[in-house]
């Protein structure tokens, strides 16, 4: 169904008088929007504006769960004296689970309970899984991780179980059983399966020798999904391993991998792709994750003037040599099949840091969102694209063969980047930020902005046409994280800048502290189906 007059339903706002607020990721099921993140300070407003109970200090993790009118249902703060934060959340119909990290040797978990920690004579970082019903009681509260900086990064739900993707540095570790694992590297990517009571199903690892992650998961009742990266010895390549334990020769000193496991944690691939070249500083990444029907799909971000796609394939890129050691990496987008074969590697950018940061798909194919940068860049068919500045905000779409239907960029002067996408059966919508006085969206239409960067939502039909751009913030730099959306609604949060801000409709808006946090609402005008007078057709689809 087609989108019709989009119109603002709510827009909230909560954090500290103090204190900076950050890292936000949102989620909804089918009645509720669920946001997690950290809030800064002795002192914050939820997003009712009264006072948030508990706060430890520094930064702690909170979980709120918003109906989709705006009204807060609850409010809830986890964490200890050091920086923590939520960095991922998801939902089933019953539950929300969140994901990220608490720092330091003891915390308070979401029920005022005082947990322990890994951390000895130094404050490092712990990976925390959380499980809350829609009421806001938690059901369970499980940490892992050794005596260094560890973190659940993504986090994804299917049929009752929750799955958590992230980093574990060695040598050893604990689970979330605390059982002992034996790190095969100095730094692992871990997946682990918990269900909704919090028992652990599996913890596996697999990695390189440096810097290794799992960015983003997806899980459907096909398996689990998992993206990121995994590194060799800076300038020596090196071997990595798989979640089976075997080992592998790396490409270059840094790639993409992507992985499926089954819902027991067994594997059933892992494929790398990345530059094949020794002499350079690499950039390779994963950071976005979606699997369905037609296939596993991720973007990122890949560097070099060559490099080896899933299949081991040369493919040149735009990239040109910087300071001698580093080529700025292009975009890239590619689908395997579930049995990990590559069916497509599809690149564009220019000469400067381009990258996919975020992936959606319906059934019309899949979209990327991210920054293409310079004066010039070449889309996905290698047609030159005209850029506004620093950065521009570009969206694209591919049918599930790989061929583009459209590439589309908006922008100012300044950098500006889009970070998060959702779609529905009417279309894609793309969230982020713009910066400057002025900046022209998808249609070429000049904006015209409050402050140093503003918040942008904007919406598109499946073959790329604008239906709206909206825009909000203040004077200050405004930005947005994550993007939602149901077949009627779209839902965004982010953090806005100074003493006041506009908000999508050019209110006014009171912030709660430097930079506060917001979670938004806006309906869609689309109305059910009316079949032969006896009533209505909705279908849902969740991302």
Same mark, same amino acid.
């Given at each position: 169904?087609?989108?019709?007059?989009?119109?603002?339903?709510?827009?909230?706002?909560?954090?500290?008088?103090?204190?900076?607020?950050?890292?936000?990721?949102?989620?909804?099921?089918?009645?509720?929007?669920?946001?997690?993140?950290?809030?800064?300070?002795?002192?914050?407003?939820?997003?009712?504006?009264?006072?948030?109970?508990?706060?430890?200090?520094?930064?702690?993790?909170?979980?709120? &769960?918003?109906?989709?009118?705006?009204?807060?249902?609850?409010? /809830?703060?986890?964490?200890?004296?050091?920086?923590?934060?939520?960095?991922?959340?998801?939902?089933?119909?019953?539950?929300?689970?969140?994901?990220?990290?608490? &720092?330091?040797?003891?915390?308070?978990?979401?029920?005022?309970?005082?947990?322990?920690?890994?951390?000895?004579?130094?404050?490092?970082?712990?990976?925390?899984?959380?499980?809350?019903?829609?009421?806001?009681?938690? %059901?369970?509260?499980?940490?892992?991780?050794?005596?260094?900086?560890?973190?659940?990064?993504?986090?994804?739900?299917?049929?009752?179980?929750?799955?958590?993707?992230?980093?574990?540095?060695?040598?050893?570790?604990?689970?979330? %059983?605390?059982?002992?694992?034996?790190?095969?590297?100095?730094?692992?990517?871990?997946?682990?399966?918990?269900?909704?009571?919090?028992?652990?199903?599996?913890?596996?690892?697999?990695?390189?020798?440096?810097?290794?992650?799992?960015?983003?998961?997806?899980?459907?009742?096909?398996?689990?999904?998992?993206?990121?990266?995994?590194?060799?010895?800076?300038?020596?390549?090196?071997?990595?391993?798989?979640?089976?334990?075997?080992?592998?020769?790396?490409?270059?000193?840094?790639?993409?991998?992507?992985?499926?496991?089954?819902?027991?944690?067994?594997?059933?691939?892992?494929?790398?792709?990345?530059?094949?070249?020794?002499?350079?500083?690499?950039?390779?990444?994963?950071?976005?994750? %979606?699997?369905?029907?037609?296939?596993?799909?991720?973007?990122?971000?890949?560097?070099?003037?060559?490099?080896?796609?899933?299949?081991?394939?040369?493919?040149?890129?735009?990239?040109?040599?910087?300071?001698?050691?580093?080529?700025?990496?292009?975009?890239?987008?590619?689908?395997?099949?579930?049995?990990?074969?590559? %069916?497509?590697?599809?690149?564009?950018?220019?000469?400067?840091?381009?990258?996919?940061?975020?992936?959606?798909?319906?059934?019309?194919?899949?979209?990327?969102?991210?920054?293409?940068?310079?004066?010039?860049?070449?889309?996905?068919?290698?047609?030159?694209?005209?850029?506004?500045?620093?950065?521009?905000?570009?969206?694209?779409?591919?049918?599930?063969?790989?061929?583009?239907?459209?590439?589309?960029?908006?922008?100012?002067?300044?950098?500006?980047?889009?970070?998060?996408?959702?779609?529905?059966?009417?279309?894609?919508?793309?969230?982020?930020?713009?910066?400057?006085?002025?900046?022209?969206?998808?249609?070429?239409?000049?904006?015209?902005?409050?402050?140093?960067?503003?918040?942008?939502?904007?919406?598109?039909?499946?073959?790329?046409?604008?239906?709206?751009?909206?825009?909000?913030?203040?004077?200050?730099?405004?930005?947005?994280?994550?993007?939602?959306?149901?077949?009627? /609604?779209?839902?965004?949060?982010?953090?806005?800048?100074?003493?006041?801000?506009?908000?999508?409709?050019?209110?006014?808006?009171?912030?709660?502290?430097? &930079?506060?946090?917001?979670?938004?609402?806006?309906?869609?005008?689309?109305?059910?189906?009316?079949?032969?007078?006896?009533?209505? &057709?909705?279908?849902?689809?969740?991302?």
């Amino acid at each position: 169904m087609p989108m019709k007059k989009v119109t603002q339903k709510f827009f909230k706002t909560a954090g500290s008088e103090t204190g900076l607020s950050s890292d936000l990721s949102i989620t909804h099921n089918d009645k509720s929007v669920f946001v997690t993140g950290a809030i800064n300070g002795l002192t914050a407003l939820d997003f009712k504006g009264n006072n948030v109970k508990n706060l430890q200090g520094k930064d702690d993790i909170f979980v709120s &769960r918003l109906d989709k009118n705006g009204r807060q249902k609850f409010f /809830k703060t986890a964490g200890g004296i050091e920086d923590d934060s939520g960095l991922s959340v998801a939902s089933n119909e019953n539950h929300v689970f969140v994901t990220g990290f608490l &720092r330091g040797k003891t915390a308070i978990d979401f029920k005022g309970n005082v947990i322990n920690l890994q951390a000895e004579l130094t404050p490092t970082q712990d990976i925390f899984v959380a499980g809350l019903d829609n009421r806001g009681c938690q %059901k369970f509260f499980k940490t892992a991780g050794g005596k260094n900086d560890d973190s659940g990064v993504s986090i994804s739900t299917n049929n009752n179980c929750v799955y958590v993707t992230g980093s574990v540095v060695g040598p050893t570790a604990l689970d979330f %059983k605390e059982n002992l694992v034996d790190i095969k590297s100095s730094s692992a990517i871990f997946v682990a399966g918990l269900d909704e009571r919090g028992c652990q199903k599996f913890f596996k690892t697999a990695g390189g020798k440096t810097i290794t992650s799992g960015i983003d998961i997806y899980a459907n009742d096909d398996g689990v999904f998992v993206t990121g990266l995994i590194s060799g010895v800076f300038l020596n390549n090196g071997t990595g391993t798989d979640f089976n334990g075997k080992t592998f020769e790396l490409k270059g000193n840094r790639e993409i991998f992507v992985a499926k496991l089954d819902h027991n944690g067994c594997q059933k691939f892992f494929k790398t792709a990345g530059a094949g070249s020794d002499l350079i500083v690499p950039f390779d990444i994963g950071l976005s994750i %979606k699997a369905n029907n037609n296939g596993v799909f991720v973007t990122g971000r890949i560097d070099g003037k060559t490099a080896l796609d899933f299949k081991g394939n040369v493919i040149n890129l735009q990239g040109e040599i910087f300071d001698e050691v580093a080529i700025p990496p292009d975009i890239f987008v590619a689908r395997l099949d579930h049995k990990g074969c590559q %069916k497509f590697f599809k690149t564009a950018g220019g000469i400067s840091a381009d990258q996919g940061v975020s992936l959606a798909t319906n059934d019309s194919g899949v979209f990327v969102t991210g920054s293409v940068n310079g004066q010039t860049a070449l889309d996905f068919k290698k047609n030159i694209k005209y850029l506004q500045g620093q950065g521009d905000i570009f969206i694209a779409g591919l049918n599930n063969n790989g061929c583009q239907k459209f590439f589309k960029t908006a922008g100012g002067i300044s950098a500006d980047q889009g970070v998060s996408l959702a779609t529905n059966d009417s279309g894609v919508f793309v969230t982020g930020s713009v910066n400057g006085q002025t900046a022209l969206d998808f249609k070429k239409n000049i904006k015209y902005l409050q402050g140093r960067g503003d918040i942008f939502v904007a919406g598109l039909n499946n073959n790329g046409c604008q239906k709206f751009f909206k825009t909000a913030g203040g004077k200050g730099v405004d930005e947005a994280f994550s993007i939602t959306a149901d077949e009627k /609604k779209i839902f965004v949060t982010g953090l806005v800048s100074g003493e006041t801000a506009l908000d999508f409709n050019g209110n006014v808006k009171n912030i709660k502290g430097d &930079r506060g946090i917001f979670v938004a609402g806006l309906d869609l005008g689309i109305k059910p189906d009316r079949i032969l007078g006896k009533g209505f &057709r909705s279908k849902m689809q969740y991302n």
